[in-house]
């Protein structure tokens, strides 16, 4: 998961978005904006939830 943030976000990776073929942008944008939203609803979790939610993650499923 790192690595795909990793990808997803190094500024040095990222060309001009007028060089990006369409399907590709499309796929950037969707992973960001998935990143975006997964991080706001952990935001409203209560801290059971979160621990709830971290064990799982540790855990792989």
């Known amino acids: 998961m790192l690595k795909v943030i990793n990808r997803t ?3 040095v990776g990222v ?3 007028n060089s990006i073929f369409e399907e590709e ?3 950037r944008i ?4 998935s990143l975006h939203l997964v991080s706001g ?3 409203d979790l209560t801290p059971e939830q979160m621990q709830i939610f ?4 540790k855990r792989g499923g």
């Open 54 to 57: 971290d064990e799982s993650v």
């Open 25 to 27: 942008l499309t796929k």
């Open 41 to 43: 609803m952990l935001n």
């Open 15 to 17: 060309p001009d978005v």
């Open 9 to 11: 976000f190094d500024p």
């Open 30 to 33: 969707k992973s960001i904006l």
